[in-house]
């Protein structure tokens, strides 16, 4: 089972960029598709992002098409979330996961992850 540890997080303002890290340890992230999720106090944990094993395919949710890109390094055996033009309504705790073979076809759904990261708190306040 392949470890995950994100970083990157903290407080920006309003229409500011983060650039968020998940590193793998244990096994190559090369065979699993990684998502990024985040969750606020009281709702459900909702997927943001992913992107498919190998060089696969990526994903946005709808609330973050066109502000935020995911990426791997496979030969850091980490996955980036670059996250630009921020708003108040983006902060959540950020959690990365793994699955092993490409779950990132039609959407992220968590149910398919079962290896996660302890999350990394994204603040957008002024």
């Known amino acids: 089972q392949v470890q995950l540890v994100e970083s990157g997080g903290g407080l920006v303002q309003p229409g500011g960029s983060l650039s968020l890290s998940c590193v793998g340890s244990?096994?190559?992230?090369?065979?699993?598709?990684v998502a990024w999720f985040r969750q606020v106090p009281g709702k459900e944990r909702e997927g943001v992002s992913c992107?498919?094993?190998?060089?696969?395919?990526?994903y946005y949710s709808a609330s973050v098409k066109g502000r935020f890109t995911i990426s791997r390094d496979n030969n850091k055996n980490t996955v980036y979330l670059n996250m630009t033009s921020l708003r108040p309504a983006d902060t959540a705790v950020y959690y990365c996961a793994a699955a092993w073979g490409n779950y990132c076809e039609d959407g992220v759904r968590r149910a398919d992850y079962d290896a996660w990261g302890q999350g990394t708190q994204v603040t957008v306040a002024s």
């Open positions: 244990g096994y190559t992230l090369y065979y699993y598709s």
């Open positions: 992107i498919g094993r190998r060089w696969g395919g990526t």
